[in-house]
């Protein structure tokens, strides 16, 4: 699903240049659920914002469901990451005067789908993560957990190959970070893959896959047994 | 331009747009601002100019007045200071010698011949007044329109022909002397010590009008036996023809009189004349600037109210960010989220100008209901549709261009760079 070949990135930094990839060589098959490791500054979130083509790669390669990812203009890669990809961040990211639906719905608007089609897919995602009644509901008005729900739902929507997470349980409290994992994992159950980019033990254990990243190059890759969150829950 | 036309496209702007209300309706209130002051002055303009129009409706645009004076030079063995006079074969004259005068009317005023013009003693009953009298041709009424009540007249040639002893005497003078239902016309009143029998009752006209409510016509022929004042005439009222210019024909008559009276040529003060249509187009002068000033500031209102918008939009995609990288990250393409605060701006902007529009026609139509009734030049204050349509161009245009603005910001901000935990 993902190949990406001897992967560099620098960022300028004044006169300096900070090296913050040095040769990453990763693949990730479908139906894989693997957390990306590291301390601060290892270069996990660079490779995040590579992967859903919010950044560009230096050097190297990378393809994404057989196309390669290079040289993408602002509207290719747009349309790119419509396709290919869902992104659940860890502030939640939800549109603030949009309700949970219309935020749900709110990728299939930029795929062109119409309203009607878009209401009842996005009914159908918010129930999915355990949200239908809380539909017509702004953001506001739901809780931490309940919105990184809503934001997962929204990343599904789209019916991406590929669902990437950035902390999507850094800003929330054990127990509901459990909660959301299990909600995470029972999407991978269904076949989809997911990238979690997280800091916290606990949450990669819950992965089946962990890559650890230190200082811009991958420190260890290892498949593990899966804790299944619903034991904490 | 297929997003314009997309529902879609449409309930992603009024979500934005409605969700932000306080935003929405500070902007919206800039623009109805301008577009509101741009209605009401180039209504009230034009409302001006209609009023002037109507004011000048009741006589010839292109007449003038000629009356003696006494002469400011000695020229042909006369002594400076001679007083000079206008007789009915001036009349003749003026008319066989300068050929773009349409028509002349010679009034003789009550008085004059005499010491002086005075108001003369009018009885009816047990009712009197003092009245302004006139001795006047039928041509008059070419040149001042006069309005006569139902079922009266105005002097006709034969009252002149054979120096009848009827009158049109004007709306006061009606009022003053007869009572409210009964009906003047056929009525005899005394004037100075003659019976005459009323033939008509002139109203007064709205705006630039030659004589008051309160004067009354004979016939010159009628008034010239009475008084025993020959041919004497008080002064000329002359209308030109259309398209010929009034200012030179006014000075060919003045040197063709001073021709004819042995007046020296330049002696300026021997005649008096007054000319309508000068001041008319010294009025329209005046109307016509006032529309363009109008224009401008309706104009530079309109523009700072646009750039208010632009002002408010570029805040706002500061604030929004994050709504705009979330946009980005879940698809929109860098037009689509330029196009959606285009065409923000451009809603805001017409949603103002409409609701402008409107408050303008309600105030202007308010404007003209107070001021139906008072002597203001002022009818009818009506915004072309051509200017109307005109400004909400120039709005959508500058919305466009001022919504720019604020989209390029909200292209140029990154995705990456929105979503970074602050």
Redesign the interface.
Known sequence: MIEIKNLHKSYKMGSNSLHVLKGINFSVEEGELVAIMGSSGSGKSTLL?IL?M??ELDEGSYDLDGVPIKNLN??KA??Y???FLG?V???F??????SAM?NVA??L????VG?KERQEKALKYLDQVGLKEWAEHLPSELSGGQKQRVAIA?AMA?EPKVLLADEPTGALDSKTSYEVMDLIQKINDQGNTILIVTHEPDIADMCKRIVHLKDGIILEDKKIKQVRASEYV | MRFIFD??TW??IF??IS??KTRTVITVIGVLWGIFIYIALAGSAQGLNNGFDKAFKTVAMNSMFVWPQSTSMPHDGFKTGRQMDLRLNDVSTIQNRIQEVQYIAPRIRQGDGGPNSEPVYTVKGQKSGNYGLYGDYPVYTKIATKKIYDGGRFINEEDIEQARKVIVIGERVQQELFEKDEDPIGAYIRVGTVYFQVVGVHKLANGVSFDSDSDMFIPFTTHRKLYNTGDLVSYLCIAAYDDVDVVKVEKDIKALLRSTKRVHPDDERAFGSFNLGEAFGRTMDFAFGLTFMSLIVGIATILAGVIGIGNILLISVKERT??L????????????VRNLIVLESVFLTLIAGVLGIILGAGVLSAINAFTKDVDFPYTNPTVPIPYVLGALVIMVVLGTLIGLIPAQRA?SI???DA?R?E
């Open positions: 914002n859903g919010l950044d602002e509207t747009a349309n990451r419509n396709k992104f961040f860890q502030s990211n939800l549109i603030n005067y949009k219309e709110l990728p608007y930029y795929q062109r309203r929204r789209a | 529902s879609n309930q992603e979500g934005s969700k932000n994050k709504e990288g979330v946009r980005r990250a879940l698809g929109a393409t860098p037009s689509e292209v990154k995705p990456i979503l935990e």
